[in-house]
């Protein structure tokens, strides 16, 4: 499975972006996309994921309300609505991908596949 992350940019704080992440290959064998993020120093962090099959979704503390995962699966991509976005949201934002169910969802080693990152820069 090959995952392609776009969408990102430069937004002022209170705005939004969609960043949107193209699955290819077997993608009938998935488990779970999610999103996660990192800032230079910091860990990769959990932001949200979504079950390829069924409506399960599954946020951090620190963006529920303000952003939405979603996905089409006949289009095989997953997409991240981010509104109300403030400074402390700027990171490169990472998509992945697992092919098996994990307690762990919030952490980055349960997850098989990753896309590229795609900085997200919100200016105060």
């Known amino acids: 499975v090959q995952l392609q992350a776009s969408g990102g940019g430069l937004v002022q704080a209170g705005g939004s972006l969609t960043l949107s992440c193209a699955a290819s290959g077997r993608t009938v064998s998935l488990y779970r996309m999610g999103w996660f993020r990192q800032v230079p120093g910091k860990e990769r962090e959990f932001v949200a994921f979504?079950?390829?099959?069924?409506?399960?979704?599954f946020y951090a503390d620190s963006v529920k309300g303000r952003f939405t995962i979603s996905r089409d699966n006949a289009k095989a991509t997953v997409n991240l609505q981010m509104n109300s976005l403030r400074p402390e949201d700027t990171a490169v934002y990472y998509c992945a991908a697992d092919r098996a169910y994990s307690a762990f969802y919030y952490a980055p080693r349960s997850y098989e596949y990753w896309g590229q990152g795609t900085q997200v820069t919100v200016s105060s």
């Open positions: 979504t079950k390829w099959i069924g409506d399960s979704t």
